[in-house]
């Protein structure tokens, strides 16, 4: 990192970050000062971006941080995470944030879900912690609430730790058999 071209040479050229985020990889200073980013955008480096909470969280625990799904400010307005993990000099001094997108609603990843189909009507449903849909078979839905505060006792329950199957009112209004689980690394329930 000590400078922009040298930073943009690793990104651009580091098999390993390329294969594994489908997006973009960045590199911030600890100050959260963009030094370099794939794919290469003019006019960027050196914009601050300490406002994004992954690049906060990441500096104040000194670990790895996962964010909450978002809506990209691209053009196509995927829905991304974001990894961000620090770098540390072998003083334990933090050097930079390397940080990498991952894009939800691709096929490669979580995109598939809003196409399964279980049985002739079933359908699955991602949501984060907080009941906001990362996935869903229809588009409109994503990064809103599933349901209003308090409308569907049966997906409150399932916010607050409930795990199984009961009969319960789907989004559409219809009575259906609905299954919860939540996924322990993220605590997103699907």
């Known amino acids: 990192i000590s400078t922009s071209k040298r930073a943009q040479r690793y990104l651009d050229t580091n098999a390993g970050l390329n294969a594994l985020f489908d997006r973009s990889v960045f590199l911030f200073s600890p100050q959260g000062?963009?030094?370099?980013?794939?794919?290469?955008?003019?006019?960027?480096?050196?914009?601050?971006?300490?406002?994004?909470?992954?690049?906060?969280?990441?500096i104040q625990t000194k670990s790895p941080v996962i964010s909450e799904p978002f809506t990209t400010t691209?053009?196509?307005?995927?829905?991304?995470?974001?990894?961000?993990?620090?770098?540390?000099?072998?003083?334990?001094?933090?050097?930079?944030?390397?940080?990498?997108?991952?894009g939800l609603t691709q096929p490669?990843?979580?995109?598939?879900?809003?196409?399964?189909?279980?049985?002739?009507?079933?359908?699955?449903?991602?949501?984060?912690?907080?009941?906001?849909?990362?996935?869903?078979?229809?588009?409109?839905?994503?990064?809103?609430?599933?349901?209003?505060?308090?409308?569907?006792?049966?997906?409150?329950?399932?916010?607050?730790g409930f795990e199984g199957t009961e009969l319960g009112v789907d989004v559409n209004g219809k009575s259906a058999l609905i299954s919860f689980k939540r996924i322990p690394s993220t605590q997103w329930i699907l």
């Open 33 to 58: 000062d963009l030094i370099a980013e794939r794919p290469f955008l003019p006019n960027r480096r050196g914009q601050n971006f300490l406002h994004r909470e992954y690049i906060q969280k990441a």
């Open 108 to 160: 490669d990843m979580l995109g598939n879900i809003e196409k399964t189909v279980i049985g002739n009507t079933g359908y699955l449903y991602l949501v984060t912690k907080d009941g906001k849909t990362i996935m869903a078979p229809d588009k409109k839905f994503l990064l809103q609430r599933a349901f209003p505060e308090g409308e569907n006792s049966l997906f409150e329950r399932a916010l607050k």
């Open 74 to 102: 691209k053009d196509d307005h995927d829905v991304v995470l974001m990894v961000a993990v620090p770098v540390f000099k072998a003083s334990g001094e933090l050097l930079a944030i390397n940080t990498g997108s991952l």
